[in-house]
């Protein structure tokens, strides 16, 4: 690491640089722009640098310096790197705004929260010296959300581009036959979710079907477009009532007109391709797999497409009278579930039933029908009237199991029925079947990004343009997550873990007479070194010291102080 120096007539230029050597070649990295720093901290950096290994003597040789615990810097540095790495730095700009942009992912990485917590976040880890911030407060953020919608579209073009730029493999651990799939038919997957609110002011706000199982809460719907390794294209938010068909038409037109079109293939379950669905995609040259519901198999069965003997082949394929192609197989693991399931919930109504009995035979004045009414009720609710049936003999009630009804319900128990319109040519049935089962990284990314790990729950916003800046800035946070979890795979540890780890390594800020000069980053412990060797990133030895004030214009509540 050094210093390049260069003269421009009266200016100066400082960089703050690192060699490094790539395939046989010597190349420079440049750290940070010390241009706007005083003749007396350039010379105090160029010190320190010529006294990299030997500070602790030079210091204490010199009593006008000393060194004070600075700032956070370990996860701060690696998030920012692995952002810069995967092209979302390049994505979002280089004005304030996309610095800020910026942060407000970092700072969902590390610690999520509301906007007010990422500014608090920002008074202990380096944010303001790695990013070349000014100071900022909670409301430059929300305002920020506003400027992340505004530009969304540009950003994940952008973001997109710097993804399809390099090959694959560099960013997903994926055997050659999964990359050499997704480059020649071009797969994305989709699929929605709901996020419950707890307020009633958010725009979006309304009453529909609700995933979370909230009943009597207001939610917002989010779609989500992955490539077909999963990684994150797009993310949309949608009023609470709308349902996930309607959300479709939108994706393709994006992917035609943004994100290159040509042999495209949209992999969506059975809720979100259907009929109109695939007349859009059919308009656009694109193609589809989704899978069919039980009672369309159950029509295929009928009309003799389909036989139940195919389903005890491990994968099998039918070519239907309209040409497209159905891929179908028994999960034996689901099927065991589904049987487990069915018999648990038929106890459950056998315990209710001899509850009632005992009501029955202890008070004579009981009403029997009543009874059987309740236990109907039940019967109903857990959806077992189709093969149970409920019963009272005399003051007795009974539960009739038709099982020729029973087993017709088990019949397609762990049975599933995909469906293309692509030629075998593009795809045989295996590769039919695994991108289908891609879908479940969409599934996941719902599950880190909605509480796990991302909190895009709860929302603290109200606007429809601040909730789609968040969902934005939750989206790429997602992806360096998702990024950093592979990396870290083999080290026994979660991505939580690690960055708490990294937090650990803080700076040591280089004063004298009472100004700070520059951070120096100390050698980090063993285990943050595994960490960043896994990661692939080299802390920098020196930051320049920005003196950026970050406050907030909330403060806390008394109430809370007291705790």
């Not at 609110?197 to 719907?221: H, P």
């Not at 239907?320 to 693991?333: E, F, K, Q």
């Not at 469906?419 to 969409?442: G, I, P, S």
Request: with cysteine; charged share 25%; hydrophobic share 40%.
């Amino acid at each position: 690491m050094y210093l390049d120096t260069s003269h421009s007539g009266p200016y100066e230029r400082h960089l703050l640089r690192q060699s490094y050597r790539l395939n046989g070649k010597v190349l420079h990295r440049t750290i940070a722009n010390l241009s706007t720093c005083t003749k007396e901290e350039i010379e105090a950096i160029r010190l320190a640098l010529r006294h990299k290994g030997n500070l602790q003597q030079l210091l204490s040789a010199s009593p006008q310096f000393s060194l004070r615990q600075g700032l956070s810097v370990g996860a701060v540095w690696v998030v920012y790197e692995l952002a810069r790495e995967l092209g979302i730095v390049k994505a979002l700009g280089t004005g304030r705004e996309a610095k800020l942009a910026l942060w407000q992912i970092i700072a969902r990485v590390i610690h999520q929260g509301s906007r007010l917590s990422a500014v608090r976040l920002a008074k202990v880890h380096a944010a303001c010296d790695i990013l070349n911030l000014d100071g900022f407060n909670e409301d430059d953020l929300y305002a920020n959300l506003a400027w992340l919608h505004q530009h969304q579209a540009s950003i994940e073009d952008r973001h997109f581009a710097s993804m399809t730029s390099g090959p694959a493999s560099e960013s997903h651990r994926k055997d050659q036959r999964e990359q050499k799939e997704q480059k020649e038919q071009n797969f994305y997957l989709y699929d929605v979710t709901s996020s419950y609110l707890e307020g009633t002011c958010n725009e979006l706000a309304a009453f529909g079907y609700n995933r979370d199982g909230k009943k009597g809460r207001r939610q917002i719907v989010v779609g989500l477009l992955c490539d077909g390794i999963g990684r994150p294209l797009s993310v949309e938010v949608f009023a609470g009532n709308t349902p996930d068909a309607a959300t479709f038409a939108g994706q393709v037109k994006k992917v035609a007109e943004r994100f290159g079109g040509g042999q495209v293939t949209f992999v969506g379950d059975r809720g979100m391709i259907k009929s109109q669905q695939i007349e859009d995609l059919a308009g656009h040259g694109m193609h589809y797999i989704t899978a069919i519901t039980k009672p369309q198999i159950e029509a295929l069965l009928s009309s003799g497409t389909l036989t139940m003997g195919l389903f005890d082949q491990e994968l099998a394929e039918v070519v239907g009278t309209d040409g497209v192609r159905y891929v179908l197989r028994r999960n034996p693991i689901r099927a065991a579930d589904m049987a487990a399931s069915r018999e648990g919930k038929f106890h459950s109504l056998q315990a209710m039933m001899d509850r009632e009995n005992i009501y029955l035979e202890a008070h004579a004045k009981a009403d029997v029908n009543k009874a059987v009414s309740r236990v109907t009720a039940r019967c109903r609710k857990l959806r077992l009237d189709a093969w149970v049936n409920v019963e009272a003999q005399g003051r007795v009630i009974e539960l009739k199991v038709d099982e020729s009804a029973k087993q017709d319900q088990e019949k397609l128990d762990g049975c599933y029925v995909l469906k293309t319109d692509l030629t075998t040519e593009q795809a045989d049935a295996q590769t039919v079947h695994r991108r289908y089962k891609d879908l479940a990284q969409v599934e996941q990314a719902f599950r880190i990004s909605k509480t796990v790990q991302l909190e895009m729950r709860p929302l603290y916003v109200r606007t429809q343009a601040s909730t789609r800046g968040h969902a934005l800035v939750v989206m790429l946070a997602y992806r360096i997550v998702q990024e950093l979890a592979r990396r870290w795979c083999d080290l026994d540890m979660t991505v939580k873990e690690g960055l708490r780890q990294l937090e650990k390594i803080c700076a040591m800020q280089l004063e004298s007479n009472g100004r700070t000069h520059a951070n120096c980053v100390p050698k980090p412990c063993e285990t943050g070194e595994k960490l960043l060797a896994a990661a692939g990133v080299t802390l920098p030895e020196v930051l320049p010291s920005r003196g950026a004030t970050v406050a907030t214009r909330k403060k806390l509540p008394p109430r809370r102080l007291k705790r």
